[in-house]
C-alpha cells in the first residue's frame, strides 16, 4: 500500500498555500505509507537557457560547501545553489545535458532528484511529518505538486527507491500499485537511452513515459501509450511544467479520488486527503474511471 | 447518547462497545471520524449509530440490526459483509460497498463507485446517484437499485440478484440482461424506494437487469474444447 496526493492550482491567488496544503494532504496519507516520502513542486520558473537541478547529497559530507566551489569554478558566480537540509537547488546558466554530464562526473556526492525548468523533488526515509519538517514543504509556494507516502513492496526502502521519481525533463510520477512487466521494459528503454537509478518498478513507468514524451508523444498521448505497455496495478498521478493527470489501471483496484473547483484540482489515494481543503464541501468529487486520463494544464 | 469522540477515542473502543449485545437500544453519537478506517465494525444489536463526518475503509462492516448512518462520505468497503440493520451514508461511497453483504439495507445518497454490490448475497442496495464499473459481478441475490446510470459490465456473471436503474447503463456483463418489469417487479421496487426515503421517482422509468442463465450449465456445444 501506498498513498498518493496531488493539488493543482487553477487559481492563482492559491499559489502562496500549495505548499500548506498539499503537506497538509500527503500527512494525511501517513497511515498507507510510513516508510518514506517525498514530493514534487513546481515553481519559480527559471529562464529558457537556464537548467534547474534538484539533488540529494549523499556520503560522508552532508553540506555543500564543496558543492558550491566546484560549481563556482565552473560555470562562474551567474549559478545559485540553495541546499534544504541534504538536498539542495541549483540553477545553471548552460544546457541540460551539459549540466547532466558536468554533475555526473564531478559531483559524485550527489544523485540528481529532478531536473527541468520548474520541478524541485525532494524525498527521503521516514514519516511524512518529518520529511514535511525537513524540506519546509509547508512554507513553499508553487502551481502544483505532487507527493508520495511509501509502504514499500516491490523494492528496498530508501530514499532513491523514494517516489516521486523523475526520469525526464520536469516530469515526475507517483504510483499506487505495483508492475509486473517492469523488468522486461526497463532492458527495453534502456536500450534507446533512457537511464533509471533503481530496480524499483515505479521509476520504469516514469521512464516509459519520458520515452514516449521524447518521441514526440503529448503526455496523453503517452498515458494512452502506456494503457497498453504497462501491466499491473496503478493509480498514477503525473506531473508536467504545466499540467498534471491522473490515470488509473483497466481494473483499477488500486483507490484514487479527484476533486474539482473553479480554484484547485486534487486528487488523492483517500478523500480524508481531500477533506481539509478550502471550498471542499462545494467540489465536485468523483473516483477516476478505469483506464481514463484526466489531465489539466498542458494537454 | 453515548459520545465517542475519534479524536481522542480509539475506533477500537467504540466497536468494543458496539459488540456487547447490551448496547442494544442505545444511541451512540461518532464525532471526529476524520477518515479512519473500519469506524463502527461488527455491530451486533438494534443500536442507532450516527458518524458525523467522512469515515475510510470498511465502515459498518459485518453489521448485524445496527442503524448506521453516516453524514460524509465513505471509503472502499462500507458495509461489506453486512447481516442485517441500516446503513446509511449522505454522501458518496467508495468502491465495492455491500461487497458479499447478506441482509439488511444499504443506501447511498451520492454515488457509488466501482464494483458496488459485488457478489451480494441478499443485501439491498439503493444508490440515488450512479454506480461505477463491474457492480452486482456475480450477484447472488438481493436487490440493487439505482437511481442514476452505471459504469461498465453492469452484473457480471450475475446470479439471481436484481438490479433496477432508472438510468442508463454503460454496457451490461457477461450473462445479465435486461428483463421485463412486472406487477411483482414494480411492486417491489415501490416498496423498497420507500424504505429508501426515494419520494418523486416514477418506477415506470426503471429498468430491471438480471441473469440470463447462460452460465449455469454446461454447454454441450463446448464439448470440443475439452
Known sequence: ?299 | MKTFDLADESVSNLNQALHLPASGGLEFMVLNPGGKHCVAVGAVADTRITIEGHVGYYCAGMNQNAEITIHGNAGPGLAENMMSGKVRVTGNASQYCGATAHGGLLVIEGDAAARCGISMKGVDIVVYGSIGHMSAFMAQTGRLIVLGDTGDSLGDSIYEARIYVQGKPKSLGTDCVQKSMRDKHKNELGALLVQAKVSGVDISGFKRYGSARELYNFKIDNLSAY
Open chain 1, 1 to 299: 500500500m501506498c498513498g498518493i496526493i496531488g493539488l493543482f492550482c487553477k487559481d492563482t491567488a492559491l499559489e502562496s498555500k500549495l505548499g500548506q496544503h498539499a503537506s497538509d494532504m500527503l500527512a494525511q496519507m501517513t497511515d498507507r505509507g510510513p516508510d518514506s516520502a517525498g514530493f514534487a513542486i513546481y515553481r519559480d520558473q527559471v529562464a529558457a537557457g537556464k537548467v534547474k537541478v534538484t539533488m540529494r547529497i549523499q556520503g560522508e559530507k552532508t553540506d555543500f560547501v564543496d558543492v558550491r566551489s566546484k560549481l563556482m569554478q565552473q560555470f562562474g558566480n551567474d549559478i545559485s545553489l540553495k541546499p534544504l537540509a541534504n538536498h539542495a537547488v541549483t540553477v545553471l546558466p548552460v544546457d541540460t545535458e551539459q549540466a547532466i554530464s558536468w554533475i555526473e562526473k564531478n559531483l559524485p556526492e550527489c544523485v540528481m532528484t529532478s531536473i527541468g525548468r520548474s520541478i524541485e523533488i525532494y524525498k527521503q526515509k521516514g514519516l511524512p511529518a518529518d520529511v514535511i519538517k525537513q524540506y519546509e514543504f509547508e512554507s513553499m509556494s508553487g502551481t502544483h505538486a505532487l507527493g508520495h507516502t511509501r509502504m514499500a513492496t516491490e523494492s528496498a526502502v530508501t530514499a532513491e527507491h523514494s517516489h516521486p521519481f523523475s526520469t525526464g525533463l520536469d516530469l515526475c510520477l507517483v504510483h499506487n500499485g505495483s508492475l509486473s512487466n517492469h523488468n522486461q521494459l526497463r532492458e527495453k528503454l534502456k536500450n534507446d537511452n533512457i537511464k533509471f537509478q533503481t530496480d524499483n518498478d515505479s521509476e520504469v513507468a516514469a521512464g516509459y513515459l519520458t520515452w514516449r514524451m521524447a518521441q514526440g508523444a503529448s503526455l496523453n498521448e503517452a498515458l494512452e501509450a502506456a494503457i497498453e505497455d504497462l501491466d499491473g496495478f496503478y493509480t498514477f498521478a503525473i506531473g508536467t511544467r504545466n499540467g498534471f493527470a491522473v490515470l488509473r489501471d483497466p481494473i483499477a483496484c488500486k483507490p484514487a479520488v479527484i476533486a474539482e473547483t473553479d480554484k484547485w484540482v486534487a486528487m488523492s489515494s483517500e478523500y480524508r486527503a481531500i477533506a481539509q481543503l478550502p471550498g471542499c464541501e462545494g467540489a465536485k468529487i468523483w473516483e477516476p474511471e478505469p483506464a481514463t486520463i484526466y489531465s489539466w494544464g498542458d494537454d
